[in-house]
């Protein structure tokens, strides 16, 4: 991927993900981990992203059939991505949109998402 796209990153920004163009949507989860870590997501392609940082996985162990983790900062503790289980490529991985500024994500439509009935 060339320079183009945007990139957003944790809070200490020891982490950074780039992603090529602005999302069409945010999604918004319900679950019990993306209601309590504050998680909105994006959504691309692994071959898309450009991601880099020293991270901390994390697997739900609250689930009956494992599929992803979270990536978080090891410095500062915010998510800012998930990848499945399975090796890469990935047709697709979720991006925390809170990495980015937010004049990025204005007006964008909202995707409600009931995890939480998973």
Avoid at 4 to 9: H, L
Avoid at 32 to 59: A, M, N
Avoid at 69 to 94: D, F, N, S, V
């Amino acid at each position: 991927m060339s320079a183009a796209g945007f990139e957003g990153s944790c809070h200490c920004g020891a982490c950074r993900v780039r992603i090529p163009r602005a999302p069409e949507s945010i999604v918004r989860c319900n679950c019990s981990l993306c209601r309590k870590t504050g998680w909105r997501g994006i959504y691309f392609s692994s071959d898309e992203l450009e991601i880099s940082g020293d991270f901390d996985p994390y697997v739900r162990c609250d689930l009956d059939e494992v599929f992803l983790r979270t990536m978080r900062c090891k410095t500062c503790g915010i998510a800012t991505h998930w990848e499945p289980l399975t090796p890469p490529p990935h047709q697709r991985m979720g991006v925390n949109a809170n990495l980015f500024d937010p004049a990025l994500l204005a007006g964008l439509p909202v995707q409600e998402v009931d995890g939480a009935s998973w």
